[in-house]
């Protein structure tokens, strides 16, 4: 086996890693703070930490290595930008849906409550109106996690890498903790995905899972061609630049 593929292999580990600790994580302590009920300001802070500080830990642990991508929406942009080549992105994706499904099922596994009646745990909900806010509110959400990526990967970010895990997270959790309480904050298809198929709960799941990657997408060229004006990046850092 040739040294690229192993590399290669390495990285698809981290990002399944990376995956599986986030949705384990977020829906775990989810499930044990609000149980599926409206979360109040408190809540709403709680629920933002704990996606928001386990994305911060998986990119401090995998950042180095795979680049963190954690959620396919980055692997979009990622590719978009000729970060990673069209394949690699598309093997982390697949990575990350197989993570965040088994995160979740362990989550489950653990703390799903049988005797809580009608509990659809760990999923996304809508709590405003009308729809079109939703989507906003997803669009802007998104987009926030997906631009603080595309400005990590720039060349001025080169002497800053040490901070780049707290910037990143501390983003999500903002971003987290504004949708809170109208679109539980999905940013990420898989996020509401699993626990939807587990609890058959399908109400307006293509906002969750159509959204977030059409944002990434339309960002993304944003991004290379308006800012960067289809300049390539020039970061080396590994699941940054160009290699």
Known sequence: MGKCNKALIVKLLCEFLASFFVQFIGCSL??????????????????????????????????????????????IASMILENVKII???L?????LIGS??????????????????????????????MWKAILLEFYMTGAWVFAMCASWHESNETMLE?????????????????ANFTRSCMSPFRSLWP?????????????VAVPPVT????AFAWRFLYLQNKPETVKAEGGGGE
């Open 216 to 219: 990434a997408i339309l960002l």
């Open 88 to 90: 690699d992105g598309l």
């Open 30 to 75: 989810t499930e044990q703070t609000f149980l599926g009920i409206a979360l109040p300001l408190t809540g709403s802070f709680a629920y933002a930490m704990s996606w928001g500080g386990s994305v911060l830990a998986a990119t401090q642990a995998f950042r180095i290595v795979s680049g963190a991508h954690i959620n396919p929406c980055i692997s």
């Open 101 to 130: 499904a088994l995160g979740f099922g362990l989550s489950f596994g653990i703390f799903y409550n049988s005797h809580i009646k009608n509990q659809k745990f760990c999923c996304t909900a809508l709590n405003v109106d009308p």
């Open 196 to 208: 939807a198929i587990a609890a058959g709960a399908y109400n307006h799941i293509y906002i969750y």
């Open 92 to 96: 982390y994706i697949l990575m990350q």
């Open 163 to 179: 901070s780049i895990s707290l910037r990143i997270g501390l983003i999500v959790v903002a971003a987290t903790f504004v949708g």
